[in-house]
C-alpha cells in the first residue's frame, strides 16, 4: 500500500511510449487562440486581462532593462499554474512533481540571469560574492559561501516546486483513502475526514497557484540582481 501512493509520481505511459510530453503540451492547448476581431469574446478578453495582470506583477521589481524578459516569464508563469492546476484533477499526471523536470526549467533560466549580469555588470556580480567591510581572515570563507548559495540556487527552485506538490499529492491521496476506508465501519469520522479532505483541495489549489508565482518571481529577483 505504501508503494502505490507514489505510483501517482512514476511518468505515465501507454504500450512503453512515456506520455509526459503529452500531459505538458495539454495545458496549452485549452488557451483560446487570439486573432485579429476587434470585439473579442469573454474568454480572449478575460485571458488578456490575466495576461497582463501576472505581466505587471512580475515587471515591478525589474528595471526597463529586464523588460524584455517579459515575454518568457509570463509564458513560464501560465505553463506552471496550469500544469499544476490541472495535475489536481482525477486520472491526471502533474509534471512539475519530477524533480529532473523543475531543474530542467530552472537550471538554463538561472544560467541566463548569472550569465547577463557577468557579461553586463561582471565588477558588480562578482562583488555579490563579498560583502563591503568584510574582515580580512574572513574573506575565504564568505567567499567559498556565497559562491554555495549562488551555485544553490536552481536547486533550491526545483526541491521547493517538488516538495510543495508532492507533498499536496500525497496528503490528499492519504486522506482520500482513509475517507474510503471508514465510510462503511464509521461513516460520522469518513464524513470528518471528507471534510478535512475538502479543505485540503482548497488550499492545494491556492499551493498549486502560488508555487508557480513564487518560482518566476524568485527568477525575476535573480533576474534584477544582475541588471
Known amino acids: 500500500m505504501n508503494l ?6 512514476s511518468s505515465p505511459s501507454l504500450l512503453g511510449i512515456p506520455l509526459i510530453l503529452i500531459s505538458m503540451v495539454f495545458p496549452a492547448l485549452l488557451l483560446p ?3 485579429n476581431r476587434w470585439i473579442t469574446n469573454r474568454l480572449s478578453t478575460l485571458q488578456l ?13 525589474l528595471d526597463k532593462k529586464g523588460h524584455k524578459w517579459a515575454l518568457i516569464l509570463t509564458s513560464l508563469m501560465i505553463f506552471l499554474l496550469l500544469i499544476n492546476l490541472l495535475g489536481l484533477l482525477p486520472y491526471t499526471f502533474t509534471p512539475t512533481t519530477q524533480l529532473s523536470m523543475n531543474l530542467a526549467l530552472a537550471f538554463p533560466l538561472w544560467l541566463a540571469t548569472l550569465l547577463t549580469g557577468l557579461r553586463n555588470q561582471p565588477s558588480a556580480s562578482l562583488a555579490h560574492l563579498l560583502p563591503e567591510g568584510t574582515p580580512t581572515p574572513l574573506i575565504p570563507a564568505l567567499i567559498l559561501i556565497e559562491t554555495t548559495s549562488l551555485l ?20 490528499i491521496q492519504l486522506i482520500s483513502t482513509a475517507t474510503t476506508a471508514l465510510f462503511s465501519t464509521m461513516p460520522a469520522v469518513s464524513l470528518l475526514t471528507f471534510l478535512v479532505l475538502f479543505l485540503l483541495t482548497i488550499l492545494e489549489v491556492a499551493v498549486a497557484m502560488i508555487q508557480a508565482y513564487v518560482f518566476v518571481l524568485l527568477l525575476s529577483l535573480y533576474l534584477q540582481e544582475n541588471i
Open 152 to 171: 544553490i540556487r536552481p536547486l533550491a527552485l526545483g526541491v521547493r516546486l517538488t516538495a510543495n506538490l508532492t507533498a499536496g499529492h500525497l496528503l
Open 49 to 61: 486581462w490575466f495576461i497582463n495582470l501576472v505581466t505587471k506583477q512580475l515587471m515591478m521589481p
Open 33 to 35: 487562440s487570439l486573432d
Open 4 to 9: 502505490s501512493f507514489f505510483d501517482q509520481f
